[in-house]
């Protein structure tokens, strides 16, 4: 079930503040679990498995639905829209892509990022294009027929889905950021149906970490854990011409466990806990290079007496873009390490 839930989830639209489709297909399995489910205000889901001992502190595990895209800024006179970057999208790879306009009812429209061609600019070389010079072109005539469609100032806009294995047991989509973490949760969600943890888990699909993480304080401050986990994507820069130092982590090597990032540094004795965790489990992982990316953990240290907290990221080629590569081995490896962190923590 696991590759079906990813697959699944990478298909459905979900920025962040518009996370809802998300949040549905993650609702509606969680019913089929022995999790009692809550949405709170801002639309993280949350999934609560009581444990054995509810005398003892509770353990959190988190992964984003959202994921990086854009939305309507300006509507042109000929139909042409002006777009808005929604979770640091790397400008680079904005030109010439293609992508999905979420108009009202569900409705989805397909356009391009336009280039204009060298034989009108005469060949001029531009490393980088800044968006605000780029619209969408979805094929429509005028700013009424966009109105007509029900898009408006604000509608959100995804990269077009293409899921598409490659060599080696790896696979290529939008939004494995972090799509791959919620894939996870849903496994491990089937796995504490069948097996009653020590601690109670709850398992939080949260919002908006993509603009700053926004969401996950919210269930914090509900679920007040003693211990918690940030189940996430990270970068993998194992490419050609990248000095070793910066290669944060590889393909194929497990899931990397974070030291420091940029928003937080994680208690050594923590790490030693998760490392010793995933030797005596035979699970294969690694260690993130330090000090890059960020992600909910940075708000973990806030709450209550503080949380014991950890991160661990699958690795991720060309994270931020509109296609990002994965390898089912490490996935793989990090459902394990999930489920061998609960039963040891």
Not at 65 to 72: K, L
Not at 156 to 184: M, P, W, Y
Not at 256 to 280: E, G, M, Q, W
Request: net charge positive; glycine share 8%.
């Amino acid at each position: 079930m696991l590759q079906q839930y990813v697959k699944d989830l990478v298909a459905l639209p979900g920025i962040s503040s518009y996370e809802k489709p998300v949040a549905d297909y993650i609702i509606n399995h969680l019913k089929q679990t022995q999790a009692a489910v809550d949405v709170n205000h801002l639309g993280c889901v949350t999934a609560v498995f009581e444990g054995k001992k509810n005398q003892i502190g509770k353990v959190l595990i988190d992964a984003h639905m959202d994921e990086v895209g854009f939305i309507v800024q300006h509507i042109e006179a000929g139909g042409f829209l002006k777009i808005v970057n929604y979770g640091s999208v790397d400008a680079r790879v904005i030109p010439a892509q293609r992508m999905e306009v979420h108009a009202a009812k569900g409705k989805r429209f397909a356009g391009v990022v336009g280039l204009l061609p060298p034989h009108v600019t005469a060949g001029k070389d531009v490393s980088v294009i800044p968006l605000d010079q780029l619209v969408l072109d979805c094929g429509f005539k005028s700013a009424q027929e966009v109105e007509a469609k029900g898009i408006r100032v604000g509608s959100a806009i995804t990269f077009l889905h293409q899921f598409t294995e490659v060599a080696n047991n790896r696979f290529a989509s939008k939004a494995l950021d972090d799509r791959v973490g919620c894939a996870l949760l849903l496994s491990t969600a089937d796995w504490l149906t069948k097996n009653t943890p020590k601690r109670t888990v709850v398992l939080s699909f949260s919002v908006q970490e993509e603009i700053g993480a926004k969401g996950v304080f919210s269930v914090l401050q509900k679920v007040k854990p003693e211990y918690a986990l940030a189940v996430e994507c990270t970068t993998a820069c194992d490419t050609y011409g990248v000095p070793a130092n910066k290669t944060v982590s590889k393909l194929g090597s497990g899931p990397a466990l974070t030291v420091a990032d940029n928003c937080t540094v994680i208690s050594p004795d923590i790490v030693d806990f998760l490392i010793k965790t995933a030797k005596k489990g035979k699970i294969k992982h690694q260690l993130k290079t330090p000090r890059f990316g960020a992600t909910n953990a940075g708000e973990f240290h806030m709450v209550k007496d503080g949380v014991k907290f950890a991160v661990m990221a699958v690795p991720s080629r060309y994270i931020h873009s509109s296609v990002s590569m994965c390898d089912w081995s490490d996935i793989k490896a990090a459902e394990a390490l999930i489920k061998k962190y609960i039963s040891d923590i």
